[in-house]
């Protein structure tokens, strides 16, 4: 089973509706992120969270909200989908940095959204 | 500011030619860390190396290579004898433990297309 899984894996939905992406990881990892991918832009950090009670904006967080529900649990909300939060969403997670740890990250499958 | 650049925007190249994808990088930090990634047409991000910036060694690991230059504050990574399986996008990222408390800062990507 994968360590990084992601659900819906796509979702195609109306501009101005809510929409809740799901994140779950049995890495057992503190950090969680949730970034998004445009053609040609690369990875762009919107949250990121390093426990449970640690939740960080992140570059592109507008139009965003998330909710860490436990270690291995980490949503990422629109409340009124727009088009241009068409894009592909991926979440992460990593171990505690520093001190020898290992903090690569890694990727869930990623969500393609489109917002219409 | 911390910076990641992957210049080539696309690469072409026939199989089992060696192609080199170039990353420059800028921080303040005097330690940080690198990394590749690895992005198939399927979409999931594969999670290639990661050097620290004490580790000038370069290393291989099959047809892979990657070469660290601090003096360049380069970090390019070489494929070998290229095959089609190898088509991707490339992801180079940074980590500092100071000004971005170990977050990813990600170059754009480089497209590389291996034609059989």
């Known amino acids: 089973d994968a360590d990084v899984t992601q659900t819906p894996r796509n979702r195609i939905t109306k501009t101005g509706k809510r929409i809740m992406l799901e994140c779950s990881q049995t890495?057992?990892?503190?950090?969680m992120y949730w970034y998004r991918q445009d053609p040609g832009l690369g990875l762009r950090l919107i949250y990121y969270?390093?426990?449970?009670?640690?939740?960080n904006k992140g570059e592109i967080s507008d139009g965003y909200s998330v909710s860490r529900q436990a270690q291995a649990k980490f949503s990422l909300s629109l409340e009124s989908a727009i088009p241009n939060q068409t894009a592909l969403y991926f979440c992460?997670?990593?171990?505690?940095?520093?001190?020898?740890?290992?903090?690569?990250?890694?990727f869930g499958p990623g969500t393609r959204l489109t917002v219409l | 500011a911390q910076k990641v650049t992957q210049a080539q925007t696309e690469i072409s190249v026939v199989e089992k030619e060696d192609v080199t994808l170039d990353c420059v990088y800028e921080?303040?930090?005097?330690?940080?860390?690198l990394f590749w990634y690895k992005q198939p047409p399927s979409g999931e991000l594969v999670f290639l190396i990661r050097?620290?910036?004490?580790d000038e060694q370069n290393e291989i690991s099959g047809r892979y290579s990657w070469n660290f230059q601090k003096s360049t504050s380069s970090f390019n990574f070489t494929i070998t004898a290229s095959q089609v399986v190898d088509s991707a996008v490339y992801f180079c990222?940074?980590?500092?433990?100071?000004?971005?408390?170990?977050?990813?800062?990600w170059g754009a990507g480089t497209k590389l297309i291996i034609k059989p």
């Open positions: 992460a997670t990593s171990d505690v940095a520093g001190a020898g740890g290992r903090f690569e990250q890694f």
């Open positions: 890495k057992g990892h503190d950090r």
């Open positions: 969270s390093f426990d449970v009670k640690d939740i």
């Open positions: 921080t303040r930090d005097t330690t940080y860390y």
């Open positions: 050097r620290n910036s004490f």
């Open positions: 990222a940074l980590s500092e433990p100071m000004d971005s408390n170990y977050q990813l800062i």
